[in-house]
């Protein structure tokens, strides 16, 4: 029998009402929610009933896709379906992180607000903005970054498909050069120029933060977006130079399936990950684990 991972989603799938069935459904979940409430009143309220410009602030952003992918994580646990290996895209490590055991839900949740504050101040430091590039190989999205001043390749997402942040009065003629050359530049729904050296000063803080909280040996194996691999050495400093390096997705999604994964579950609102992951590999199985619907499909497909 092949393992399963749980894969834990990233900024910008974020939506109002995201967790809410989850929390109606699981008492495991609806738990999850409770004892976050109690570090950071509203955070449940900014799930359920937060409008699209209050989560798109990074600082409500990332404690919030915390809590919906805690909430479905014990959800799955509650069902009796645990996870063989697991990784997060950006802020998902976050989360990823904290279900492996190698820091306790006080202290994934501590770090994940801390890393939302630090890295909206950093983006608000200078306009940035994202874009996804599509149809072109990663070394020619690489070459058209070289071209301009403040472009960065930073999301290694899938095969033909890059993110790259900029600064903002770039993503108009990148954008223009990418169509150029037979491509496409999607912006992205996030405030900020992530996994770049724009984030500089965030990794910088953040390196201070983690040198203050106790982190752990995690309980299976855990992915490192800096390295594409499975945590090895310092998991402090990988963490920290996460947020100014790129995300090396496909690495992760091609070792896990070569370690003997076929069936990936994302937690977390959307099915982003759902998405890159079958343009990886089309042979796997991929579930989004968001809604009540969502649960029944896998508790009744993963756990036969």
């Known amino acids: 029998m092949g393992k399963i991972a749980f894969v834990f989603a990233g900024q910008g799938a974020q939506h109002p009402g995201m967790g809410q069935e989850l929390a109606e459904i699981s008492?495991?979940?609806?738990?999850?929610?409770q004892k976050l409430d109690a570090l950071r009143p509203g955070t449940s309220a900014q799930c359920f009933s937060g409008t699209d410009e209050e989560l798109k602030e990074t600082k409500n952003t990332q404690p919030c896709m915390f809590a919906v992918e805690l909430a479905a994580a014990a959800a799955l646990t509650e069902a009796g379906i645990k996870a063989d290996r697991a990784a997060g895209f950006s802020l998902g490590e976050?989360?990823?992180?904290?279900?492996?055991?190698?820091v306790d839900l006080e202290t994934g949740f501590h770090l994940v607000c801390r890393r939302g504050e630090l890295m909206q101040a950093a983006a608000e430091e200078q306009p940035t903005a994202m874009a996804a590039v599509l149809k072109l190989?990663?070394?020619?999205?690489e070459e058209l970054c070289g071209q301009f001043p403040e472009t960065?390749?930073?999301n290694y997402n899938c095969p033909g498909q890059v993110s790259v942040a900029c600064a903002k009065e770039q993503l108009a003629p990148f954008s223009a050069a990418v169509k150029a050359a037979g491509g496409r530049a999607l912006p992205l729904k996030v405030r900020g120029g992530f996994h770049s050296p724009f984030m500089?000063?965030?990794a910088e803080g953040f390196a201070q933060v983690l040198a203050d909280c106790q982190v752990e040996e995690p309980k299976i194996p855990l992915y490192s977006n800096r390295t594409g691999a499975v945590y090895s050495g310092n998991a402090k400093e990988l963490l920290a130079q996460q947020i100014?390096?790129?995300?090396?997705?496909?690495?992760?999604?091609?070792?896990?399936?070569?370690?003997?994964?076929?069936?990936?579950i994302e937690l977390g609102p959307g099915s982003t990950l759902c998405g890159l992951i079958q343009k990886i590999d089309k042979t796997v199985k991929?579930?989004?684990?968001?809604?009540?619907?969502?649960?029944?499909?896998?508790?009744?497909?993963?756990?036969?």
Not at 94 to 100: C, H, K, N, P, S
Not at 244 to 264: K, L, N, Q
Not at 286 to 304: G, I, M, N, R, S
């Open 152 to 154: 960065y390749p930073v």
């Open 244 to 264: 100014a390096s790129p995300v090396h997705w496909e690495a992760i999604v091609r070792d896990m399936i070569a370690a003997g994964v076929d069936t990936f």
């Open 137 to 141: 190989p990663n070394e020619k999205v």
């Open 94 to 102: 976050i989360g990823a992180l904290t279900y492996t055991g190698a």
């Open 286 to 304: 991929t579930y989004p684990l968001a809604t009540k619907e969502d649960l029944e499909k896998v508790v009744q497909e993963v756990k036969a």
């Open 27 to 33: 008492p495991a979940a609806a738990e999850v929610f």
């Open 200 to 202: 500089a000063s965030a």
